[in-house]
C-alpha cells in the first residue's frame, strides 16, 4: 500500500479483538522499525516484546504501581502550555471524549487504566534505549517508532502509543528483568483493532500546514 494513504489511515487502537499476532508478524514489524536511519548508524532503539503470561503480569504490576502512584497524562511541560500547544490538545479531547467517555467511566480513567493495560491488546512492546545515550538519540528511535507503526498498518495490525507507563519505567524493567542501563522511552499496544468500537472510531485534526511550515525564500 502507498505511504501516504498508510500514513493518512493509522490511529491510535484502544480497543482490540482477542486474536493472537503471530510471532513471524511481530519479527517483520520490529525488522521494519530497525530500518529506520539513525545518527552514525547507532540504531540505539530495542524493542522488548510481551505477550501471553508475561503481558498479563506486567499489566497486573502496572495496575497496581497506578493505584498507588495516580499518574495522569499530560504534555511532560513544567510551565503551562502555549496556547496554540493548549488548543490542539483541546481539538483531540473533543473528538475523544464523546466516544470514550460513558456512565461509570470518566475520559481520564479510560485512558489510565487503558494505558497500564495496553487496551487489551494481545502484544506489549516496550521500547527502550541504553541510558549511555544522549536525549538527542530518542530522535532516532521515535524514527523507528514511526517505521513501526507504518509497516504495522500495512499489515493489518493496530498500534497504541503508550507514554503514560514511562512513569513506571523502573517497574517495567523489574517486571521483565531487563537492566536499569536500560531507559523506558515508550510503550506501544498491538493487535487487531475492534473496528466496531466507538474507541477506535475517531482520528483527532491535525494542525494546518502554516502552523508547522515556515519558508524563508
Ligand atoms: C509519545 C506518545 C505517547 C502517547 N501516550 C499515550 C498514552 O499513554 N495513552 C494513550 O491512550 N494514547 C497515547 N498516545 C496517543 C496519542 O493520544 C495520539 O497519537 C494522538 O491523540 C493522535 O491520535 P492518532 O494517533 O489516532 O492519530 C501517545 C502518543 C505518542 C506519540
Known amino acids: 500500500m502507498?505511504?501516504?494513504?498508510?500514513?493518512?489511515?493509522?490511529?491510535?487502537?484502544?480497543?482490540?479483538?482477542?486474536?493472537?499476532?503471530?510471532?513471524?508478524?511481530?519479527?517483520?514489524?520490529?525488522?521494519?522499525?530497525?530500518?529506520?536511519?539513525?545518527?552514525?548508524?547507532?540504531?540505539?532503539?530495542?524493542?522488548?516484546?510481551?505477550?501471553?503470561?508475561?503481558?498479563?503480569?506486567?499489566?497486573?504490576?502496572?495496575?497496581?504501581?497506578?493505584?498507588?502512584?495516580?499518574?495522569?497524562?499530560?504534555?511532560?511541560?513544567?510551565?503551562?502550555?502555549?496556547?496554540?500547544?493548549?488548543?490542539?490538545?483541546?481539538?483531540?479531547?473533543?473528538?475523544?471524549?464523546?466516544?470514550?467517555?460513558?456512565?461509570g467511566m470518566p475520559f481520564n480513567r479510560f485512558i489510565e487504566e487503558g494505558s497500564c493495560s495496553f487496551y487489551g491488546a494481545p502484544v506489549a512492546i516496550i521500547v527502550v534505549m541504553d541510558k549511555i545515550f544522549p536525549e538527542l538519540r530518542y530522535l532516532d528511535v521515535g524514527l523507528s517508532v514511526s517505521y513501526l507503526f507504518l509497516a504495522a498498518e500495512e499489515m493489518g495490525l493496530s498500534t497504541c502509543p503508550i507514554g503514560l507507563v514511562t512513569e513506571y519505567g523502573d517497574d517495567i524493567l523489574d517486571a521483565l528483568n531487563i537492566s536499569r542501563d536500560k531507559k523506558v522511552l515508550l510503550a506501544i499496544a498491538l493487535g487487531y483493532a475492534d473496528e466496531t468500537a466507538l474507541e477506535n472510531n475517531f482520528k483527532p485534526d491535525r494542525a494546518p500546514l502554516n502552523e508547522i511550515l515556515t519558508w524563508y525564500e
Open 2 to 103: 502507498d505511504v501516504q494513504k498508510l500514513m493518512k489511515q493509522r490511529k491510535s487502537a484502544r480497543n482490540y479483538l482477542d486474536k493472537p499476532v503471530s510471532r513471524a508478524d511481530i519479527e517483520k514489524l520490529i525488522k521494519s522499525a530497525g530500518m529506520a536511519p539513525s545518527a552514525i548508524n547507532l540504531q540505539p532503539w530495542e524493542y522488548v516484546v510481551t505477550y501471553g503470561e508475561e503481558k498479563d503480569r506486567l499489566v497486573r504490576r502496572l495496575k497496581k504501581v497506578h493505584a498507588i502512584k495516580n499518574t495522569s497524562c499530560g504534555p511532560g511541560t513544567s510551565a503551562p502550555l502555549p496556547e496554540k500547544f493548549a488548543n490542539r490538545s483541546r481539538g483531540a479531547l473533543k473528538v475523544m471524549k464523546p466516544k470514550i467517555e460513558k456512565p
